[in-house]
């Protein structure tokens, strides 16, 4: 099978990289950034998404991988979600439930349409693949 | 025959990507594109007429984008500021507005609305390629594709050209695929033509050395053409130089296809006729079609030609 996520190594240690900024306390510098893209206030991570500010249990977004702590311009480098692709991800529903229960910010399960979105690094929708039956199944059962 | 030269527009202020209206009086509009925002007025000829400027020319990025007539002689024109300016038929600023994003390709499905062929990136729009969009450019309805997909790996696959007779009904051809599609501005799509030819394999991904679909048009008597560009064969074909911003030039795209016309009766899923033309026809403007020429010493001409149908009868006995 394809790995739905190309570059996988960058992803885990995206997925790794969070709690360890949490516990380190990078947190409350991101925060005192008004145009990041998203910070983190305690132990909630916030995404700006579409217009609005929504809390996040995780966060998966390569632009952590920077080190400069405190600095907004790190919060817009490139990351992982235009390495994604929606389809081979939609195929493997345990690739798919770990991106989506991870937080992720590259990816989102849009109800409404049923269909998986991609997220770019800035926050547009660049990506939008409707999902079959079974494929739905699987999300909705969460 | 099916086409017919009608005029060529030479002269400094034609450009590689100059884009050419012509109205119902056989009056032509050229915007030269680039950093203006002027657009002269043609005769029938291609001689320049007059020529009048749109409002607010010293804006950043403001430049024209592309400028469309429409069937009451309306003349469109959107800038890279996502804004459009109606103006009449002299030049007068009708009305303004700002729509989602500068179109690919714009019909007039009847009423005051167009339908605007381009990509908006929201999680409600995205797989869309078809806007129904109001004079004060608020999308009113999104269709045009069932089930709505947009993957950014393969874009070619969202783009459409489109061509309206005002009845409430758009026809709708994929770039990569030689499918045309009938949606009405409900949502519905009511008809699909898929022509099968051998030239025309279906594609995703390089677009090198493949057809795609440029132009559409319906006509009053409900005939599809289609304008078709083909990989040009007889010549050795170089790779386009890009420049800025991804953009071909015109002459690269001219030593790279023909252009293949067809025209189609849609009720009986019938070819009715077939021109291959060695230069680059990119887009109908009413009956007419269009192509760049590069001229030496840095200077661009246009030639416009009428895309007709010329029967000849034989008729026998009473």
Redesign the interface.
């Known amino acids: 099978m394809k790995n739905p996520v190309k570059g996988s190594p960058r992803l885990v240690w995206c997925l790794l990289w969070v709690p360890l900024a949490l516990a380190l306390g990078r947190s409350e510098a991101i925060a005192q950034c008004d145009d990041c893209f998203n910070f983190s206030m305690g132990s909630t991570t916030w995404h700006y998404f579409s217009d609005e500010w929504r809390p996040l249990p995780n966060l998966y977004d390569g632009s952590h991988q920077t080190s400069q702590p405190g600095s907004c311009s790190q919060m817009h480098e490139p990351c992982d979600s235009e390495e994604l692709d929606l389809e081979v991800l939609a195929e493997d529903a345990a690739a798919l439930k770990q991106v989506l229960e991870g937080g992720s910010r590259a990816v989102v399960f849009n109800q409404e349409r049923g269909a998986l979105q991609l997220i770019s690094c800035e926050g547009t929708v660049i990506g939008h693949l409707p999902l079959n039956e079974e494929q739905l199944a699987v999300l909705l059962e969460q | 025959m099916l086409l017919a030269e009608v005029a060529t527009v030479k002269g400094a202020h034609v450009r590689d990507d100059s884009w050419l209206a012509v109205d119902s009086s056989g009056r032509m509009f050229l915007a030269p594109s680039g950093s203006d925002r002027d657009i002269l007025v043609l005769a029938p000829d291609g001689t320049v007429v007059e020529g009048f400027d749109l409002p607010q020319p010293d804006l950043d990025g403001s430049d024209i984008h592309s400028i469309y007539t429409s069937p009451k002689d309306q003349l469109q024109v959107f800038d890279h500021q996502r804004r459009r300016f109606v103006l009449g038929g002299d030049g007068a600023l009708e009305s303004t507005g700002t729509v989602p994003d500068v179109p690919h390709s714009l019909t007039f499905p009847g009423g005051e609305s167009v339908v605007l062929q381009t990509m908006i990136?929201?999680?409600?729009l995205?797989?869309f390629p078809l806007h129904l969009t109001a004079p004060d450019g608020t999308i009113t309805r999104s269709f045009g594709a069932d089930?709505?997909?947009?993957?950014?790996?393969r874009p070619e696959g969202q783009y459409r050209v489109i061509s309206s007779l005002g009845d409430g009904r758009v026809w709708s051809s994929f770039l990569n695929q030689y499918r045309i599609e009938l949606w009405d501005t409900t949502g519905v799509r009511l008809k699909t033509l898929e022509r099968e030819a051998d030239w025309f394999q279906p594609w995703a991904g390089d677009g090198a050395d493949r057809p795609l679909v440029s132009g559409l048009r319906i006509d009053e008597a409900g005939l599809l053409w289609v304008l078709l560009l083909v990989p040009d064969t007889a010549r050795t074909r170089q790779d386009p130089v890009e420049e800025a911003h991804g953009r071909i030039p015109a002459d690269a795209w001219e030593r790279m296809y023909d252009t293949v016309i067809e025209v189609i009766d849609p009720s009986r899923s019938q070819l009715l006729a077939r021109q291959r033309d060695d230069r680059v026809f990119t887009r109908f403007t009413r009956d007419l079609v269009y192509s760049h020429r590069a001229d030496g010493g840095g200077y661009w001409s246009i030639d416009v030609v009428r895309a007709h149908l010329k029967f000849t009868s034989n008729t026998e006995g009473g």
Do not use: A
Request: glycine share 8%.
């Open positions: 990136f929201t999680p409600e995205i797989g089930p709505p997909l947009y993957l950014p790996n």
